[in-house]
């Protein structure tokens, strides 16, 4: 190592692996993080089920000449440049012999939840934070992991113990799904999100405890979760264009240019601390679902199908977990990014779809009061509680009942053959607009 270098993390993949920098033998830290994320996610499943597209640049994000945007890339056309969010007709002058397909979004709920419950046979610790990505606390599962140490040797535990359980994690995941998964690995989800970006793809990458700052000061500020481009932007005219740099300025100044809250938020990082635990379905304490538009729109019929479908899959979730929800959230952002929310708390805990939908479609009302289109909706279902007795309704009662033995089977299909095994009738307003765009 260099003398000035900052410390860089252990590194394993396609590309080898750095050299390490702690003594053999130290015991593994009280705290391990793992953040799984997918590779070229929509991409990679495409070529699994055309085996044609196998090696070729792949892109999902249906017409070139269109205004749809890009929503995943195989790494044969990262290599040309896409990249993710970008226009298609800019993604197809870049790489004009790009295979574009519109994707098959059932198939990959499908492959995700194959990858999760691999990821719960390593901790039952689990935290999806999307469909391509989420966190595992593997905390004190060294001892599962490692049989041997029960016996008393701590020599049994390997020093790097966390890269080998997740290389047998990468390994599980290849020959089951068939797909290729980066894991970063850290003392919190913080620095095992930011580990993952040096993972990718097909790697691990284990920053060790205590390394955190001196990993992070090189790094441009984009690679902080959760910092905008205007904040960036503004940083960088104030000549911060490092994360070390939000640590050179008084806390003073960097209050004045962002505010005391985004600074206290931005040092924390800087400093690569992170409280957030992982949330795991008995501890969360809501659930949402949320699409962000391929083209901004202002139609409130389709707005309404998404919302709607969004909600079924929510409700779906809550009973899969004998949950009900006591209060609704729609949200909505606008093309400015402009984000607003409305909630209603309802009358009792519900876990049926025709309820919470009936809800969401009135916030909706409500929500969408400006005349600009909307690139994100989203509902959020809280105040959760255990699925139980409920206060009798005199005339409503029977409907209620005759429902829940509806949903019985429904979601008995659903979890058979994948959740849009069936739809409603809202729903079939977005499968003829996926159908007409193709």
């Known amino acids: 190592m260099l003398a000035g270098e900052a410390p860089r993390a252990d590194c394993i993949g396609h590309h080898g692996r750095s ?20 590779d070229a996610f929509f991409a990679s499943v495409e070529q699994l089920l055309d085996p044609d597209l196998v090696g070729k640049p792949v892109i999902v994000g249906g017409n070139p000449r269109g205004r749809g945007v890009v929503s995943s890339a195989s790494y044969e056309a990262r290599a040309f440049g896409v990249r993710s969010a970008m226009p298609c007709r800019h993604a197809h002058r870049l790489c004009p012999q790009a295979r574009f397909v519109r994707g098959h979004f059932d198939r990959y709920e499908e492959f995700s939840e194959r990858v ?39 020599a049994a535990i390997p020093d790097d113990w966390p890269v080998i359980v997740a290389e047998r994690l990468r390994r599980r995941v290849r020959s089951r799904a068939g797909l290729t998964v980066s894991v970063g690995l850290a003392a919190n989800k913080l ?16 920053v060790r405890p205590g390394t955190e ?26 000549g911060l264009t490092r994360v070390g740099d939000l640590l050179e300025v008084s806390r003073e100044q960097l209050i ?61 979730k809550l009973r899969a977990e004998g949950r009900a929800a006591r209060t609704v959230t729609v949200k909505l ?64 009662e029977r409907r209620r009942a005759k429902h829940s033995r509806i949903y019985a089977v429904s979601d008995e299909i659903r979890r058979r053959f994948g ?15 996926r159908k007409a765009s193709r």
């Not at 993972?199 to 691990?204: L, N, Q, S, W």
């Not at 479609?361 to 255990?386: F, I, K, N």
Request: charged residues 25%.
């Open 19 to 38: 050299e390490s920098r702690h003594a053999p033998g130290a015991l593994p830290g009280p705290r391990t993080i793992a953040h799984v994320d997918l």
């Open 333 to 396: 952002r606008y093309r400015d990014f402009k984000t607003v929310t409305h909630a209603r708390r309802l009358e009792d805990p519900t876990d049926h779809d025709a309820e919470v939908s009936a809800t969401a479609g009135a916030l909706l009302d409500r929500v969408y009061a400006r005349p600009l289109p909307v690139r994100l909706v989203g509902v959020r279902l809280s105040g959760l509680t255990e699925a139980g007795p409920r206060q009798l309704r005199l005339w409503t």
């Open 213 to 238: 700052r001196a990993y992070l000061a090189p790094m441009p500020l984009r690679v902080i979760p959760g910092l905008g481009r205007q904040t960036e932007e503004s940083l960088s005219a104030e």
């Open 191 to 206: 620095m095992a999100k930011i580990a993952t970006n040096h993972a990718k793809p097909d790697g691990v990458c284990f």
């Open 256 to 316: 004045k240019w962002v505010g005391p809250a985004a600074a206290e938020s931005l040092r924390q990082k800087a400093n690569g601390r992170c409280e957030a635990r992982v949330q795991t379905d008995d501890d969360r304490d809501s659930i949402s679902h949320e699409t962000t538009f391929e083209v901004d729109t202002s139609d409130r019929n389709f707005l309404r199908a998404t919302l709607d479908h969004l909600t079924r899959r929510a409700c779906w």
């Open 116 to 154: 999760f419950e691999i990821c719960r046979e390593f901790t039952p610790i689990l935290q999806p934070a999307s469909i391509d990505e989420g966190y595992l606390d593997l905390t004190g599962t060294h001892w599962a992991h490692f049989p041997s140490s029960l016996a008393g040797a701590p």
């Open 419 to 433: 959740f849009n095994a069936l739809a409603s009738g809202r729903s079939l307003e977005l499968i003829s607009r």
